[in-house]
Nanobody, 123 residues
């Protein structure tokens, strides 16, 4: 069973930056596509970004394209989300998710989830 633990959330002013981290416990991390989703109060969970298990394909939601960057380090079983130029509308709980091999932009594709980390952007 894959376990995921997010960290790095917090309170930041608009225009600031945060870097989220997700530690993944599995012996076969390199075969997992990793994704970040977020959920704001009263809203559905939405796709933010994913990096395929091959490492050479990255996908982003239009709302974060050009501001957020997803990356992974297979040597230490971690995935990161660098968030720059943050906006108040980025405020949400951010979740790390994993699926073996190929992923998608839909939450239902991912069987493994972390507990989430709160990101709050003040105006």
């Amino acid at each position: 069973q894959v376990q995921l633990v997010e960290s790095g959330g917090g309170l930041v002013q608009a225009g600031g930056s945060l870097r989220l981290s997700c530690a993944v416990s599995t012996r076969t991390f390199s075969t997992y596509t990793m994704a970040w989703f977020r959920q704001a109060p009263g809203k559905d969970r939405e796709f933010v970004a994913r990096i395929e298990w091959t490492g050479d394909s990255k996908y982003y939601a239009d709302s974060v394209k050009g501001r957020f960057t997803i990356s992974r380090d297979n040597a230490i079983n971690m995935v990161f989300l660098q968030m720059n130029s943050l906006k108040p509308e980025d405020t949400a709980v951010y979740y790390c998710a994993a699926v073996a091999y190929y992923g998608a932009a839909t939450a239902a594709r991912y069987p493994s989830w972390g507990q989430g980390t709160q990101v709050t952007v003040s105006s």
